[in-house]
């Protein structure tokens, strides 16, 4: 059986060889950081790493590592259970506090992964009789989740109000008993980020309630690094808040959902990622609350994020890059075709500078860009020598 469904699969990797969009993967042979040493798939050595989420460096903070050694030694490797068998420790529900005082939540509940956590809210909270409004840039994990749901849906385009409140009305007309508005706090390829307080106001109107997927956000977005609820003043405004313990809070694994009390109870019986998946590794959990001890006890990881941020952004426009415009460090630098944003994401990584190339299916069709992630752990030496990289490698590509 499978001879002829291998045919069928190599014309198909064929086909996406064919048209440069093939995502090839690159081996490095040290931890995440600032600089990584590339072993397989690219230029071999020592390169700048400008693409992981990685935004405030605590991957391989000193003392986030070493949070984890004594997590070891107190608690163990694994769980090998769920939640509610055998799986929950002391560390896991101290975590979920601390989250929830730390987003201003009532409840928190973590989940292996945000793509879990996604995957768990809708089909818990939501029913046939009710309606979800999805913005169209919406992280995949989003649509999947709403996809496990009965609810009719409705989708806006990005961060576009006016079609925001006319899916709202449409919603409301057809009778929806409970309406759901999710929108990304920053919208992964672009940088962009939602217009969250107008939202609430949406919201209250049309007595819906509010969730932020604030995965590229939590730690370093906002004054004290709460989010983008932080940031638009929204914070006892949204009901529900996903996000992810593998970007800037260490950039391990797991995520989380931080919400009204009564959501995250009813998540804990019916949530299916959270009943049928083991429990989130001891270990992450309690180097995750080093993070947090981090955060809240000095800011100059974010302080550097954001001056990092605003050279490279500064210095790319002064050498005439298209950078879509903003203050994330999410930096898209536009190509369009996507030959050529994946063969100067080759001509970079000769350079010294490991970056990728995205296209489609993953941005639309003739809007491949490279996407830039600026980390705190990034000197200023290191911002500069990219920008040059990317001017030598545009010289090279044109020539």
Not at 73 to 80: I, S, V
Not at 338 to 358: N, Q, T
Not at 370 to 398: G, K, P, W, Y
């Amino acid at each position: 059986m499978f001879d002829s469904v291998r045919d069928d699969l190599r014309a198909t990797l064929d086909e996406i060889r064919a048209a440069g969009l093939h995502k090839p993967e690159r081996v490095i042979g040290t931890p995440q950081s600032a600089t990584v040493a590339v072993t397989a798939g690219g230029r071999p050595g020592e390169v700048l790493n400008f693409c992981a989420n990685n935004y405030l460096g605590l991957a391989d903070h000193p003392d986030v590592v070493a949070a984890a050694h004594e997590a070891l030694d107190r608690w163990g490797y694994g769980m090998a259970s769920v939640r509610f068998i055998c799986g929950t420790q002391e560390v896991h529900k101290e975590l979920e506090a601390r989250l929830s005082a730390f987003l201003g939540q009532e409840d928190t509940i973590l989940y292996s992964s945000c793509f879990d956590a996604n995957g768990g809210v809708f089909e818990t909270l939501l029913g046939a009789e009710d309606a979800v409004i999805s913005d169209a840039l919406n992280h995949a994990s989003i649509i999947d989740g709403i996809r496990l749901s009965k609810a009719r849906r409705f989708r806006y385009a990005n961060r576009d109000l006016a079609d925001l409140e006319t899916q709202l009305k449409e919603a409301t007309a057809g009778g929806a008993r409970r309406k759901l508005i999710v929108t990304d706090g920053v919208f992964s390829m672009d940088g962009y980020v939602a217009p969250l307080a107008e939202i609430c106001d949406l919201a209250d109107r049309y007595d819906a309630m509010v969730m932020v997927d604030d995965s590229h956000a939590v730690g370093f977005v906002g004054p004290t690094g709460r989010g983008t609820p932080e940031l638009h003043g929204v914070m006892d405004r949204v009901d529900i808040i996903t996000g992810t313990l593998g970007k800037a809070l260490g950039g391990a694994s797991g995520g989380y959902v931080a919400a009204r009390a009564e959501i995250v109870a009813l998540l804990r019986q019916r949530s299916r990622p959270y009943l049928f998946s083991n429990t989130l590794a001891p270990v992450i959990a309690a180097a995750s609350l080093k993070v947090l001890d981090l955060l809240e006890s000095a800011d100059d990881l974010r302080v550097h994020l954001a001056e990092n941020t605003a050279l490279f952004r500064r210095r790319m426009t002064e050498e005439g890059f298209d950078i879509l415009p903003g203050d994330h460090a999410i930096a898209p630098v536009m190509i369009g075709d996507a030959s050529e944003a994946g063969r100067m994401a080759e001509l970079l990584l000769e350079r010294g500078v490991y970056v990728i190339g995205f296209s489609y299916p993953v941005v639309p069709q003739g809007k491949a860009r490279i996407r830039v992630q600026l980390s705190a752990a990034h000197s200023t030496e290191d911002v500069n020598r990219a920008v040059d990289a990317f001017v030598a490698a545009r010289a090279a590509l044109t020539a």
